[in-house]
Each structure stands twice: as structure tokens, then as C-alpha cells.
């Protein structure tokens, strides 16, 4: 006997919905961005057959803005997970904490997660840094989740001088010199089309 697609149950169906995760990340700068991006690529690869992922990036400056935090304290108070990525010698700038103590008025108690990224902790070493205690505070107070982890970002990117490209320019690698002394012999062509 078959069945029709009417009689089928839910379970006997290959596909099955995912649960909507919603997703929100504030970031500094381009550097602590890219940190966050890591993360979320990260966590997308791994949860992806599970959950229908939703995200939503704020900048700390755009948050200056009355009508796109009020957008920011929305997406917020909605999101299963809050990643704030930041660095360890700055305090969150005063619209970043207005926009954190509006969100959280209105978040509902739940599994929520709130994540720090914070450059430079490593190096402290000791305990948690002022901006990881206040956002410990925040989502104690939340009844969420708190996870921080501590990244060190890469030194500054050296900048070329005429001195070092020249430089680079006469150093001959050992690959490069085999390259040179390659000896091949050229072929001979023959010139017309049929001979």
C-alpha cells in the first residue's frame, strides 16, 4: 500500500525544519570584526544542519546614532546570542552601554548567551579585565549565558619602504636560483604551416 503525501507523517519526511538561531555582533573596528566573522563562520559550519541562522552586525560608531541603536536594542532583545568583540585596554564607549542597558530592560529571561572577544586578555593573564566584569554583570543580570575568550591580534603589518622591496627584489631564494640555472633546450620551429 503507498501512502499519499496527506497521510504522511512529519517524521517519515527527509527534511526537517531547523530552529531559527538569531545572531548579533557589535564590533570595534575591521580587526575585531574579522575576530567575530571567524567565530560566526565557526559556529554556522557547526550548527548549520540544526539551526536556521540569522545575523545582524553593528559597528560601536553606528550604535552613535538614536534610530539605528533602537534598531541595534531590537535585534538584541531578539537574539539567542550577543558577541561583543572589543579590546581590552578601551571601555565600551557610552552609546555601546546605553544600547547594552536598553537591550537588556527589554531581553526575556532564557537560553541566551552573551560572548566577549577581547584582544589582549591573554596577555593579562590575571582575572577579567573592567569591560569583562560590567558585561559579566550585564548578563548575570540577564539571566544569560557569559562566555569570554581572549584572542591576541596580530602585530602591525609592516609597511614597504623603496629600501625593502629593493631589498627583496635582489634576494635570490634557493628556489628561485634553481629556477635560473634551469637549463632547457629551446625547440627548434620550423616555419611554414605544412613543412
Same mark, same amino acid.
Given at each position: 500500500? $503507498?501512502?499519499?503525501? &496527506? ?20 564590533? !570595534? ?11 560566526? !563562520?565557526? =559556529?554556522?559550519?557547526? @550548527?548549520?544542519? !540544526? ?9 560601536? !560608531?553606528?550604535?552613535?546614532?538614536? $534610530? =539605528?541603536?533602537?534598531q541595534a536594542v ?17 571601555? =565600551? ?22 560572548? $566577549? @572577544?577581547?584582544?589582549?586578555?591573554? %596577555? %593579562? #593573564? ?5 569591560? %569583562? ?7 548575570? /543580570? #540577564? ?5 569570554? %575568550? ?6 602591525? $603589518?609592516?609597511?614597504?619602504? /623603496?629600501?625593502?622591496i629593493a631589498e ?6 634557493? &628556489?628561485?636560483?634553481?629556477? &635560473? ?6 625547440? /627548434?620551429?620550423?616555419? #611554414?604551416?605544412?613543412?
Open positions: 500500500m $503507498t501512502k499519499s503525501l &496527506l497521510n504522511s507523517r512529519p517524521e517519515d519526511s527527509p527534511w526537517a525544519p531547523k530552529y531559527p538561531f538569531d545572531l548579533l555582533v557589535a564590533y !570595534d573596528d575591521v580587526t575585531t570584526r574579522n575576530r567575530a566573522l571567524a567565530l560566526c !563562520d565557526r =559556529l554556522t559550519k557547526t @550548527l548549520a544542519d !540544526d539551526y536556521d541562522f540569522k545575523c545582524t552586525w553593528w559597528k560601536f !560608531d553606528h550604535l552613535r546614532d538614536a $534610530t =539605528l541603536r533602537e531590537d535585534a538584541a532583545a531578539e537574539a539567542n546570542m550577543i558577541i561583543l568583540s572589543i579590546y581590552i585596554d578601551k571601555d =565600551l564607549p557610552a552609546a555601546v552601554k546605553a544600547w547594552t542597558e536598553t537591550w537588556l530592560a527589554r531581553k526575556d529571561h532564557g537560553k541566551r548567551a552573551l560572548v $566577549t @572577544l577581547i584582544d589582549g586578555a591573554q %596577555q %593579562q #593573564g590575571q582575572g577579567f579585565c573592567p569591560v %569583562q566584569l560590567y558585561l559579566q554583570k550585564v548578563a548575570h /543580570m #540577564g539571566g544569560m549565558n557569559f562566555f569570554s %575568550q581572549p584572542f591576541d591580534l596580530p602585530g602591525e $603589518t609592516p609597511r614597504y619602504t /623603496m629600501e625593502t627583496r627584489a635582489e634576494t635570490v631564494t634557493p &628556489l628561485l636560483k634553481q629556477i &635560473l640555472n634551469h637549463r632547457t633546450a629551446i625547440p /627548434m620551429w620550423k616555419f #611554414g604551416i605544412n613543412e
